[in-house]
């Protein structure tokens, strides 16, 4: 009766910027009695271990970070980059859906702006990601479909943000 | 009652599995590092259940203290009048097609309910005048260039200058220690997504606690912002949920915990 060993060695490390890479190899062999099996496998583990180990040290590719396994969007505590000319502050998403709201219920810029400026003091544009999430939000209290009770807790809203809880 | 939940190797939840897995909130995270069952039968089975009448004294209390936020944003007072009118609009609407079991004490925890939002209102800390940064805002943070999921949430209140505002009721008095080391998981991801959302380094957290004691009180426990330590926390938290989820490790965690659950029976029954 043949007796098949699989032995499979695994190695994960954790890296700068909170990456982190694994390796492992599996290998198959056959021994031909019960007397070999311990031997046999000290010597696969060996021989993976040191296998695994050499090439594990070869990192490769790793996210840009500040090397001491942090990884949060940096923040200052300074002020966010001001936008330019047609660019805006907040997320594309969070901007197509601002027009999409304003192109739908055909409201004059110019309010929208003025809410901006009422609540943040300053224009659609400038508004960071945060900014631009209460202002959506407001527009969708004022235009958007009323919310209603149970069901996925998005209110029956067209404009999905998705469940956040 | 048994609410048989469906097994979990069906691939009509593969689909809601992928959705779990590319976003992720705090309270699905504290869920998960609770009970995975229990995540499971909420999130993946999503079997419904009516709120217990303290999650619904909560929910009312949280609904009027958003309202008053509102209304500061707007440069608006909310007199006394207004406040008991948003609450009984909230407490009777918010309930209707929810069987919650009130056992016959619906009107003492209105009493409850009510009581606290006055009680916050008389002794806040937050000025009349005060305008909110944010009031009940929706966050999200992309951390994919991580290996993690989008982590989403939303905010209660942040108050000028970078302060984040929890608003909780609980019925007993919050140890400041312990509850830091409860709360972290959200905390840290409240930091994250501001810090994501605005380019700035929060200033710190207060959790504005309203008790339920036999003498209502308010307890409002400041926080210092995020460490790195508690970043990398969550991080490998967020980790370990992905893979959990992804291989549908949805396994009980018994314990005195279990007292309170809603999905006793459905995990007694399965198997």
Redesign the interface.
């Known amino acids: 009766m043949a007796i098949i060993i699989e032995a499979n060695y695994s190695k994960k490390i954790g890296l700068p910027?909170?990456?982190s890479h694994a390796y492992s190899v599996t290998i198959r062999t056959e021994v031909s009695d019960l007397g070999q099996v311990e031997r046999e496998s000290a010597q696969l583990y060996a021989l993976l271990q040191e296998s695994v180990d050499r090439n594990i040290q070869e990192v490769g590719f790793t996210?840009?970070g500040n090397g001491?396994?942090?990884?949060?969007?940096?923040?200052?505590?300074?002020?966010?980059?001001q936008p330019n000319g047609d660019q805006w502050a907040c997320s594309d998403k969070q901007r197509d859906l601002i027009l999409k709201i304003v192109d739908e219920h055909h409201l004059e810029k110019n309010a929208v702006e003025a809410l901006a400026k009422?609540?943040f003091e300053k224009p659609v544009k400038a508004l960071?990601?945060?900014?631009a999430?209460?202002l959506i939000?407001n527009l969708l209290e004022t235009y958007g479909p009323k919310k209603t009770?149970?069901g996925n807790g998005n209110g029956g809203r067209s404009y999905q943000?998705?469940a956040?809880? | 009652m048994i609410a048989v939940a469906p097994q979990s190797n069906g691939s009509d939840t593969k689909t809601r599995l992928e959705v779990l897995t590319e976003?992720v909130?705090a309270?699905?995270l504290s869920l998960w590092t609770s009970c995975r069952l229990k995540f499971y039968f909420r999130y993946v089975a999503q079997i419904?259940k009516p709120a217990t009448p303290a999650l619904y004294v909560g929910k009312t209390v949280h609904a009027v203290l958003q309202a008053w936020n509102l209304a500061r944003?707007?440069s608006q007072v909310l007199d006394a009048d207004t406040v008991k009118a948003v609450f009984t609009q909230r407490w009777d609407?918010?309930q209707?097609?929810?069987e919650i079991a009130w056992d016959g004490d619906e009107q003492k925890e209105r009493t409850t309910a009510l009581g606290l939002v006055e009680l916050y209102l008389k002794e806040s800390p937050i000025p009349q005048d005060e305008k909110p940064?944010?009031?009940?805002?929706?966050?999200e943070?992309d951390?994919g260039?991580?290996?993690l999921p989008t982590l989403?949430?939303?905010v209660d209140l942040?108050r000028p200058g970078g302060k984040i505002v929890d608003f909780k009721t609980s019925a007993q008095t919050p140890n400041p220690e312990r509850v830091a080391h409860q709360t972290e998981i959200q905390i840290t991801s409240y930091g994250?997504l501001?810090?994501?959302?605005?380019?700035?380094?929060e200033s710190g957290f207060e959790l504005h606690h309203l008790v339920k004691v036999k003498v209502p009180k308010l307890v409002v426990t400041p926080l210092p912002p995020i460490t790195?330590n508690q970043?990398?926390r969550l991080?490998r938290q967020i980790e370990s949920y992905v893979e959990g989820v992804e291989r549908e490790d949805f396994v009980p965690s018994p314990g005195i915990q279990c007292l309170s659950c809603q999905f006793i029976n459905e995990c007694r029954a399965r198997h």
């Open positions: 910027a909170y990456s996210p840009e001491n396994g942090s990884s949060a969007p940096r923040a200052t505590n300074g002020h966010a980059s009422e609540m960071n990601k945060m900014e999430s209460g939000e009770n149970g943000r998705g956040r809880r | 976003e909130s309270s699905r419904e944003w707007k609407e918010d209707a097609g929810q940064m944010a009031v009940e805002v929706r966050l943070a951390l260039k991580h290996g989403i949430g939303i942040v994250l501001y810090r994501d959302g605005t380019g700035q380094t790195e970043e990398t991080f």
